[in-house]
């Protein structure tokens, strides 16, 4: 009705209903983000050897959910440019081969079910002075976490290099769905 004025009471409850759909759309969107860091020791790694040992992205996600990993990040501390591509691999339980750093990475019998799948990190083949630099972006995977809303992962470089002892800081961020 033109002119009409809004009472106080339905002002309130418009605002209360507006409240309450903002906050199922949050808990619908739920967002998590986990980061470890991977430091492997100073010595040559061949194509396809673990960098840093196994590691686990705790609270990437609601017990035993499926999440989307949207983004994933690596930053590498102190180092100059890394002329590698980076895969992670990763894992929704603690694969039993439990590799050490400079370990040739293998997709173990063991492993078979736990393995979910790799997120190409890029490249930090340009340099980016003091630090560098790699991420996937736009959906990366979609996979379900344990039961502590966990997963584990290996950091993987492609080519033969020298790695200086520095860390390497992995971050990934997901959505439930």
């Known amino acids: ?8 009471e339905r002002y309130l409850e418009e605002i209360w209903q507006e409240l309450r759909a903002q906050a199922d759309r949050a808990a619908e969107s739920k967002g998590y983000s986990s980061e470890v860091t991977f430091t492997p ?15 686990e992205f705790s609270n990437i996600g609601p017990p035993n959910g499926l999440v ?4 994933a990040r690596l930053k590498a501390k102190d180092t100059s440019a890394e002329v590698t591509g980076w895969l992670l691999k990763i894992y929704n339980a603690k694969p039993p081969s439990n590799l050490a750093d400079d ?17 190409s990190l890029g490249s930090t083949g340009t340099d980016q002075g003091a630090n560098q630099f790699a991420m996937a972006a736009n959906g990366c995977m979609e996979v379900r976490v ?32």
């Open 1 to 8: 009705m033109p002119g009409s004025i809004m009472t106080q």
């Open 41 to 55: 020791a100073a010595t040559s790694h061949a194509a396809g050897d673990v960098v840093g040992g196994l590691k």
């Open 68 to 71: 989307s990993i949207r983004t």
């Open 103 to 119: 370990a040739a990475w293998d997709f173990a019998d063991a492993d078979f079910n736990a393995y979910k799948g790799d997120i």
């Open 146 to 177: 344990s039961a502590s809303g966990s997963l584990w992962a290996y950091l993987v470089n492609d080519t033969t290099l020298t790695l200086p002892a520095a860390a390497r800081l992995v971050e990934l961020v997901a959505a439930a769905i």
